[in-house]
């Protein structure tokens, strides 16, 4: 074993470059960065950052802090209980990152590097010397080189990090909570500020992007995530209501009914992501065509909700809407996986995505000429009434407490409560009896069934309830968009939500977890929002980030403990089995815990 550094400087300069750099490059963003105002977010202006210097501005304050507690400052050694030296090398680069790509972006849309101005030059300069001396820092584990190691392997190493160390104190439960309500206060204002980027600016998204990513990467290795993970397992009470009141603040924190429409759309394809998750992550069953499944809720509630263009020429109220739109999902749900669920694989992956095609297509042909007309074709139910209930009309804006609630922000409410359920239905499913069945299945079928476990019941009672939950996330859907049309419900489209990015967010963020799919389809569908200009590539882009992210996180951005045991098995051999608890323990996945009882 070694303990050395990549770059060979003395610690004490290694660890006062990298606070003496990041100083350097914040100095930097309060002076000009260019000459004119025609580059996004008026970065002409001395002493007063805008646009991607407060990115800079950001990144290279949080690398003077990590830097100051790798220093052993007090009162902030508590910021880094993992690794501190892994964290500012992470924090640093992600400074870099995003000053380098504001440098790139003002040469390339404006006059060459001529019309840079010295502030961004001072900031590059700044940021280069922090990652330099970050990688002076000695490794936070020691390096034990292999015959056919890689400098990739190498540089890998310097980023990893140790299990954060346990508190010195245990803080009285009043701080725990403060703690807890600052960590989702944070979190909040962060996804505030990336949805209210102009979608014009995508110069500035993709900044935040960069920084945000790299960041949280750097958090982690610190060691603050798992810390916050276990305040929330000790007061999981006081996390469950902190996550739910940062989530009810969004739409009061909007000037812009059109970002709240994003956070409310967002939450439809969080919501149909988590529905998903029990048939893909915890059964096992790949499913897709299962955007067909939330397709039957829309066009069940648009039928029956009082559009003038509904065949039926029913009005129900909207519980009893949302109860049959549900109610017909699970019939669809039963109907279309009773005589499919005996198949398994890839054979299982092409009959349900030819069942979200013939959806598609079934509903373009009920345009009274193909077939009856029911749906109005390609045209489909238009004009969907908004919702009242019980005398709250969601499409009028309300005054909250002095605040105003558009109709954007009605609904995103409406559809935080329909989330909330599905969170409920998943966690208590996983948890159960069933819910460990269908992990064993997942597992090894063959083995499960030679346990007693009936595999067919079992696999058609996930496929119902993901349909349900589905259905369920439809309803509100048709009301949200005013109309449901069949192009809506693809296999793969330019935007979400359709099955190939239903897939790839329980895949992105963790299949089995909670919080996982929740991650990932919130980055799905606000990527393509912002970023206009890869409307034209985006599945080129989708393909090439789902390939980077099998090659190096196949667990996904929130693992559940198998799988990463499953896709990181030899990092375990040299170490005995430990049983993490409280505050040192990952999410474990929903239900994986007692699979073998």
């Given amino acids: 074993m070694t303990d050395t550094q990549l770059l060979k400087l003395p610690a004490p300069a290694a660890r006062y470059g990298t606070l003496a750099g990041a100083l350097i490059a914040f100095a930097g963003t309060f002076l000009s960065w260019t000459y004119t105002e025609e580059f996004p977010g008026n970065l002409t202006v001395n002493g007063y950052p805008g646009g991607l210097q407060l990115i800079t501005l950001t990144g290279a304050l949080l690398t003077a802090l990590l830097a100051l507690a790798a220093l052993g400052t007090p009162g902030l050694r508590w910021l880094t209980p993992g690794g501190p030296h892994s964290a500012v090398r992470l924090m640093a680069l992600g400074t870099l990152a995003a000053t380098l790509y504001t440098v790139i972006a003002i040469a390339v849309e404006l006059d060459g590097l001529i019309a840079l101005d010295p502030g961004a030059w001072i900031s590059l300069v700044g940021s280069l010397v922090a990652v330099a001396a970050a990688f002076g820092l000695p490794d936070d584990t ?52 990336g949805i209210d980027i102009d979608s014009a600016n995508s110069e500035l998204f993709v900044g935040y992007l960069i920084l945000v990513a790299l960041g949280a990467l750097s958090l982690a290795r610190a060691g603050l995530f798992r810390r916050l993970a276990g305040l929330t397992a000790r007061h999981r009470a006081v996390g469950l209501a902190a996550m739910f009141v940062a989530a009810i603040c969004f739409p009061f924190t909007q000037d812009n009914d059109t970002y709240a429409l994003i956070g409310t759309n967002i939450l439809i394809f969080a919501t149909v992501a988590l529905g998903l998750n029990v048939v893909v992550g915890l059964a096992g069953l790949l499913d897709l065509g299962y955007v067909a499944f939330l397709g039957v809720g829309a066009y069940t509630a648009a039928l029956v909700s009082g559009s003038p263009q509904s065949s039926i020429g029913v009005h129900f109220p909207f519980p009893l809407a949302v109860l049959t739109g549900a109610a017909v999902s699970l019939i669809f749900g039963v109907v279309i996986g009773a005589p499919t669920l005996r198949l398994r694989g890839d054979y299982l992956a092409i009959v349900t995505l030819g069942f979200g095609e013939i959806f598609r297509i079934t509903m373009n042909n009920l345009n009274g000429n193909s077939g009856p007309d029911l749906v109005n074709g390609s045209q489909g139910v238009p004009n969907i009434p908004d919702l009242e209930l019980f005398g709250f009309k969601f499409g009028e804006a309300h005054d909250v407490l002095g605040l105003s609630l558009g109709r954007s922000g009605n609904y995103f409410l409406l559809m935080l409560l329909f989330t909330a359920i599905v969170l ?174």
């Fill in 424 to 597: 409920l239905v998943f966690h208590r499913s996983g948890q159960s009896r069933i819910g460990r069945a269908w992990v064993a299945i997942r597992e090894d079928e063959t083995a499960a069934s030679a346990m007693g476990i009936n595999g067919f019941r079992l696999k058609l009672l996930a496929f119902a309830l993901g349909a349900t939950l589905a259905g369920l996330a439809g309803t509100v859907q048709a009301h949200v968009n005013y109309s449901v049309t069949p192009e809506q419900y693809q296999f793969a489209g330019t935007a979400p939500p359709n099955s190939a990015f239903l897939i790839a967010a329980v895949i992105l963020g963790g299949m089995g977890t909670i919080t996982g799919p929740l991650i990932g389809a919130a980055l799905l569908f606000l990527i393509p929002e912002k970023l206009e200009f890869m409307q034209k590539y985006q599945l080129l882009l989708f393909g090439l980030a789902l390939i980077l992210l099998m090659r190096l996180r196949p667990e996904g951005i929130v693992p559940d403990r198998r799988k990463q045991l499953e896709f990181h098995e030899n990092d375990q051999l040299a170490v005995p089995e430990q049983r993490l608890t409280g505050e040192n323990a990952p999410e474990a996945a929903t239900g994986v815990t007692k699979a073998g009882a």
């Fill in 142 to 193: 020691p390096y034990d080189p292999q015959p056919g190691d890689t400098a990739l392997a190498r540089l890998t190493h310097t980023l990893k990090a140790p299990a954060p160390r346990a508190p010195a104190r245990t803080l009285p439960a009043w701080a725990d909570i403060l703690l807890i309500a600052v960590a989702f206060g944070l979190a909040l204002y962060v996804f505030t500020y």
